[in-house]
């Protein structure tokens, strides 16, 4: 039986910030009516829309107070708060490493539009969840194969070309970064100096700290106004790579701790 996307989300209560520890997660792999669930909802997704209309100002006003007084390039972001840091990751989802249930998914066709009531077509009950969770997903069969599925919470669900950030953008791996105005300024540049512990105390995954300390990351997206948090960083790592990936990849990690550093002052 395929139902509607309304009927199915509107039994989901999302608790849109944060991310529980692996152990927790376990736990908590349910939701409440005993179907599948994912522990993490991104605070993520805030659309080109909601930029543009009325934010801009309060945006701009903001930026430019934190520009002027921002870390120094160079110096390490953890020196402000020492071993205070949070990174988290977030990806895109892909449609064939999903098998639930046929979920009819209606939204918007294309770009400038917000909640529309298109059919954009039927697709696991899981992936579009986490395209919900994670703000992009690929779709990999139908009339659709090699569009993105894409979710805001002020648009909701649209189909795109490209797996976009908060301005349109196309997402890059190990490059976008999504932070608080308050907390690193848009266009600020910065590496991962030090990943901290998982949140139960627990080492990261040497590979997964590896890879994000490779990076050359930069803040081009956002957290919706308010979820995201001083002190917080979220980091793009690309698309998912096997079933289950958040509750079974090292690469989908927390690290309470870290140490960032400054490389490039944000222009706001």
């Known amino acids: 039986m395929t139902v509607t996307v309304m009927d199915q989300f509107q039994r989901i209560s999302p608790r849109i910030f944060g991310r529980l520890p692996r152990n927790a997660r376990e736990q908590d792999s349910r939701n409440g009516d005993g179907r599948p669930g994912n522990a993490r909802k991104s605070a993520r997704r805030r659309s080109a829309r909601d930029r543009a209309a009325g934010l801009a100002g309060i945006t701009a006003v903001l930026v430019a107070g934190v520009a002027a007084c921002g870390p120094e390039p160079g110096r390490p972001v953890g020196e402000r708060s020492p071993g ?48 919900r969770d994670e703000g992009t997903g690929r779709i990999t069969s139908g009339p659709r194969r090699g ?45 991962v100096e030090d990943c901290g512990r998982e949140e139960d105390g627990s080492g990261i995954d040497p590979d997964a700290c590896a890879a994000l300390r490779r990076g050359r990351w930069e803040v081009r997206d956002e957290f919706t106004p308010g979820l995201g948090g001083p002190g917080h960083v979220d980091l793009y790592i690309g698309e998912e790579d096997r079933p289950d990936f958040s509750g079974t990849s090292p690469r989908y990690l927390t690290g309470v701790g870290a140490r960032l550093t400054v490389t490039g002052r944000g222009t706001g």
Do not use: K
Not at 110 to 130: K, N, S, V
Not at 167 to 187: E, H, I, K
């Open 147 to 191: 569009s993105f599925l894409n979710w805001s919470h002020d648009t909701g669900f649209w189909l795109d070309d490209i797996p976009a950030d908060s301005a349109g953008r196309a997402l890059v791996p190990f490059r976008t970064a999504a932070a608080d105005a308050g907390t690193l300024p848009p266009g600020t540049a910065f590496l």
């Open 84 to 131: 205070r840091w949070e990174i988290t990751v977030y990806y895109t989802a892909v449609e064939s490493y999903h098998a639930g249930s046929p979920l009819a998914v209606r939204g918007c066709p294309r770009r400038d539009c917000a909640f529309g009531d298109d059919l954009l077509g039927t697709f696991p009950e899981d992936f579009a969840q986490a395209v």
